[in-house]
């Protein structure tokens, strides 16, 4: 049981930024409406996240960390169900078989703490916390130094975090997201809904200042998100973040109808940032991905990189030409 712990936990967290993104997808499935995530040494000394969901009862709390004891409805083809990210109950017993972890919850009747330390359960008794869930995740991979020596600096650790936290500000613009590495705050969101104010924090004034609302859909496919202005993008390389049900995903061939409908538009040396969130029927992806890697695979993928293409172009010219 403890050797396939370990096994699994090589596909769900390979590195810091798995964990927080695991962590952040139970909070989000309990309905956090804040959530805090306080990093130590890019991970590699501690991961809290904080959150003020829904929480669970004593019980929950310890069969959390049992393999397979999701309390989400799975079937195969539940795997993109649009209203849980949960997958197969895997996260935290294979988190837990690698690290030490502290787990306090309260679900508004009852709150308690849990320990369970590289696998073994270390104990549970009642505790005094506020409504929602802490879990801190410390001391990654201690007991596994093959795995140890596959981690990188901090820094480099860190920016994946925060690359990770932000894509999450972005797909959920109304939650409150709270980053903090070292002790300092290094990126926080208002959970107003308005992606303009999620851009300005992780860019500037003028990149979310230029940006222009796109809305397009068709009979399978609903599209929202935003379109900046490339001469305000002073990186050199473009930031396409593309969300299906909110889900970060990967897709080349979404990326290139993206890039082409920028084409015309592109200033020498500028890059495009772009957020787009696809909503569709949950039938359309393929059931056969896999959630930790990101890419995907859809039934009726050539419609929605026309509408992507479509939508965009139309925006851009209106307003870019
Ligand atoms: P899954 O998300 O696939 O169900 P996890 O291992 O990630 O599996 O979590 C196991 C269970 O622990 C969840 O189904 C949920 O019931 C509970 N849980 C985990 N994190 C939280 C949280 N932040 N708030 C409330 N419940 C949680
Ligand atoms: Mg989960």
Redesign the pocket.
Known sequence: EHLSNMIAAGEVVERPSGIVK??V???I??Q?QTIAIDIVQGGIESIT?T?D????DAQ?ATT?FERH????MKEENDLWNIH??????????SIASVSHVFLE?NNGSESSAVEISYGKFVGARPAACPL??R?RVEHLFQRTPARFKHLKSPQYEFSLISDVVQKFALAYPEIRFTLSHDGRTVFQTKGSGNLREILMQMYDRSVAKSAIEIDGEDLDYRLRGMAVQPKYNRATKYFIFLFINRRMVRSYHLQKAVLDAYHPYLPKDRFPIVVLNVEMDAHLVDVNVHPSKWEIRLSKERQLEKLIYDTLREALKEKFE
């Open positions: 695991e962590l997808e139970n909070s499935d309990a956090a996240i959150d969901g829904e929480g669970m929950d959390a004891a999701t309390s989400k849980t990210m949960g997958f197969r109950g895997e996260a935290l017993p919850t929602g869930t879990i």
